[in-house]
Each structure stands twice: as structure tokens, then as C-alpha cells.
């Protein structure tokens, strides 16, 4: 039996089954401090004789398999989990070894393996939600530089000095279109902002700017585009707009609808891509 865990900013999904897309149990929990957020997985673990794990966590964490601190989250990106090993806290409970890659690296595996991204063997899986963040396949399997990449962080024009949420930097990707960038911007979520809102065109072109760096850069067969601020699915045909507007036509792009998708797994991509890392018993498949 397989188990697959999606760790995110806000909460965690927890799965087991016999393969990828034969889920036979799963369950949320909150995603708190590190001690009761680990109980609470184990708890759902601890009833099932597992094979194999496979983790997708936020990060950064260190992806090393060499170094000391594999699995340990580098940064303070959700207040008290600086440091903690997530590696070792689920091997505190399991006597098997683990596999563990990034959110989105994940959930661009699941959309590949079973998703939008089958037969494309370059893609890029974007989440646009409580923050931004991007995974990348190239020739079919996770890329991993010396640390892994950190889409969200790519600095973005600001000529209108827009606040940024990021608590690194002011002019980023994430700090100024993310959901919470919204919110800060527009005093409102973005589920209560109504297709009308004059502030969605303004965050089309944001991401529209994200994602021509990503063309320029990489070059992807696919963009694949989820996360709750893409529950919005005006924003696809408006971002796609920009995008074709600020790319004008440099290189081709033969077809902007087969280039930006949504995920096809909606919100299983995650879940379903770390069964598959864990059925792999890699972290570099
Ligand atoms: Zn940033």
C-alpha cells in the first residue's frame, strides 16, 4: 500500500491506496505547529500497513539527499517550522524510508504522469493561491538545481508601488499577486472579488509577466496553472491575452490554449503526485 501526503501552508492532505489513482482512504488536517500537525498524521498513517511514502511539502526545504539537513524546511515560511526536519518526523513513526519533493513538483508529477501533462515532457506546474510557487519536468522527470526553483520569487515590475506580502522581498511574484496580495490589495479575498472587479485584469498581467519569464527560461510544452486564486476561470482567457500581448509573437506560440491549461487532476494533482514519488521510492524519478 502506498501513502501520499501534500503538506501545505494551511493544511495537510493525507491518502493511502494501491496505486496513484486507486485512493482508498484520505482525510485534511490543519496544518498548526509542527508536534500537533505531526500527531495528526501519524494518527491517519497509523492505521495502515504502508510500502512506501511520498511527501510534497512547502518550502524551502533542502532537497540534498547528501546533506545532513535533507528534509529540513531552510526558512521561516510558516511561522514556527524554521528548521524542523520533515524527513525525520515522519521517520520518528515509520521504519521505511520516505520520498519527499516540493508541492508544486509534486503536483506537476501528478499532472504529468495522469493529467494535463501527459506526453509533454517539459511542463511547468504553477499554484497561484495563498502563495505562488512553481515545479518543473523536464524530459519527464522533477529539475532540481542546486536548491529547487522558486518561481514565486521572481522579481516583477511595480510602477504602481503596490504592497508586497512577501517577507523577503518587495517587488516579487508571490508579494504582489498571490491571494493574499489580493486581499491586501483589494480589501477583500479573491473568492469575493467579482468577475467585474476592475483588480483582475491588473493580476492577469501580473501572472501573465511571471509566466512570459517562464517561456523565456524554459520553454514548457505546458503551463499548468491551479491554486485557489484560479478558481477564478476568467482569469485563464485574460492571462493568456497578456501573455500573447507581451511575448508579441517573439518566439512562436503556436497555440495559446494548449500552452496554459488548467490541471486536469484539480485538486488531487498534489496528492496523487506524491503516491506516485512514493511509489517510486525516489525523490529524483
Ligand atoms: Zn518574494
Same mark, same amino acid.
Given at each position: 500500500?502506498?501513502?501520499? @501526503?501534500? %503538506? &501545505?501552508?494551511?493544511?495537510?492532505?493525507?491518502?493511502?491506496?494501491?496505486?496513484? $489513482?486507486?485512493? /482508498?482512504?484520505?482525510? +485534511?488536517?490543519?496544518?498548526?505547529?509542527?508536534?500537533?500537525?505531526?500527531?495528526?498524521?501519524?494518527?491517519?498513517?497509523?492505521?495502515?500497513?504502508?510500502?512506501?511514502?511520498?511527501?510534497?511539502?512547502?518550502?524551502?526545504?533542502?532537497?540534498?539527499?547528501?546533506?545532513?539537513?535533507?528534509?529540513?524546511?531552510?526558512?521561516?515560511?510558516?511561522?514556527?517550522?524554521?528548521?524542523?526536519?520533515?524527513?525525520?518526523?515522519?521517520?520518528?513513526?515509520?521504519?521505511?524510508?520516505?520520498?519527499?519533493?516540493?508541492?508544486?513538483?509534486? @503536483?506537476? %508529477? &501528478?499532472?504529468?504522469?495522469?493529467?494535463?501533462?501527459?506526453?509533454?515532457?517539459? $511542463?511547468?506546474? /504553477?499554484?497561484?493561491? +495563498?502563495?505562488?510557487?512553481?515545479?518543473?519536468?523536464?524530459?519527464?522527470?522533477?529539475?532540481?538545481?542546486?536548491?529547487?526553483?522558486?518561481?514565486?520569487?521572481?522579481?516583477?515590475?511595480?510602477?504602481?508601488?503596490?504592497?508586497?506580502?512577501?517577507?523577503?522581498?518587495?517587488?516579487?511574484?508571490?508579494?504582489?499577486?498571490?491571494?493574499?496580495?489580493?486581499?491586501?490589495?483589494?480589501?477583500?479575498?479573491?473568492?469575493?472579488?467579482?468577475?467585474?472587479?476592475?483588480?483582475?485584469?491588473?493580476?492577469?498581467?501580473?501572472?501573465?509577466?511571471?509566466?512570459?519569464?517562464?517561456?523565456?527560461?524554459?520553454?514548457?510544452?505546458?503551463?499548468?496553472?491551479?491554486?485557489?486564486?484560479?478558481?477564478?476561470?476568467?482569469?485563464?482567457?485574460?492571462?493568456?491575452?497578456?501573455?500573447?500581448?507581451?511575448?508579441?509573437?517573439?518566439?512562436?506560440?503556436?497555440?495559446?490554449?494548449?500552452?496554459?491549461?488548467?490541471?486536469?487532476?484539480?485538486?488531487?494533482?498534489?496528492?496523487?503526485?506524491?503516491?506516485?514519488?512514493?511509489?517510486?521510492?525516489?525523490?529524483?524519478?
Amino acid at each position: 500500500m502506498i501513502g501520499g @501526503a501534500e %503538506l &501545505g501552508g494551511t493544511k495537510c492532505v493525507l491518502a493511502v491506496g494501491n496505486s496513484p $489513482l486507486e485512493i /482508498l482512504d484520505r482525510c +485534511t488536517v490543519p496544518t498548526s505547529d509542527p508536534v500537533s500537525t505531526f500527531e495528526k498524521i501519524h494518527n491517519f498513517f497509523s492505521s495502515y500497513q504502508l510500502d512506501s511514502l511520498g511527501v510534497g511539502s512547502f518550502g524551502p526545504i533542502i532537497l540534498d539527499r547528501k546533506s545532513v539537513d535533507y528534509g529540513m524546511i531552510y526558512s521561516e515560511s510558516k511561522k514556527g517550522w524554521k528548521g524542523i526536519n520533515i524527513c525525520q518526523m515522519f521517520k520518528d513513526k515509520l521504519k521505511f524510508d520516505i520520498a519527499i519533493d516540493t508541492d508544486v513538483n509534486v @503536483a506537476g %508529477l &501528478g499532472e504529468f504522469q495522469y493529467g494535463a501533462g501527459k506526453y509533454s515532457n517539459n $511542463l511547468v506546474y /504553477l499554484t497561484i493561491g +495563498t502563495g505562488i510557487g512553481g515545479g518543473l519536468l523536464v524530459n519527464g522527470k522533477i529539475h532540481h538545481g542546486i536548491f529547487h526553483l522558486e518561481m514565486g520569487h521572481i522579481p516583477m515590475p511595480n510602477p504602481e508601488s503596490f504592497d508586497s506580502v512577501c517577507r523577503v522581498h518587495d517587488n516579487c511574484w508571490d508579494g504582489l499577486a498571490s491571494g493574499p496580495a489580493l486581499e491586501l490589495r483589494y480589501g477583500m479575498a479573491p473568492s469575493d472579488m467579482v468577475e467585474s472587479h476592475m483588480g483582475w485584469d491588473e493580476e492577469a498581467k501580473l501572472i501573465a509577466l511571471g509566466v512570459i519569464s517562464i517561456i523565456a527560461n524554459h520553454s514548457p510544452e505546458k503551463i499548468i496553472i491551479g491554486g485557489g486564486v484560479m478558481r477564478q476561470k476568467h482569469l485563464y482567457s485574460k492571462i493568456k491575452k497578456h501573455v500573447l500581448n507581451l511575448w508579441n509573437d517573439y518566439t512562436p506560440i503556436i497555440n495559446i490554449d494548449d500552452l496554459i491549461v488548467e490541471p486536469k487532476l484539480g485538486n488531487d494533482s498534489g496528492i496523487i503526485g506524491s503516491m506516485i514519488l512514493g511509489n517510486s521510492g525516489s525523490a529524483s524519478i
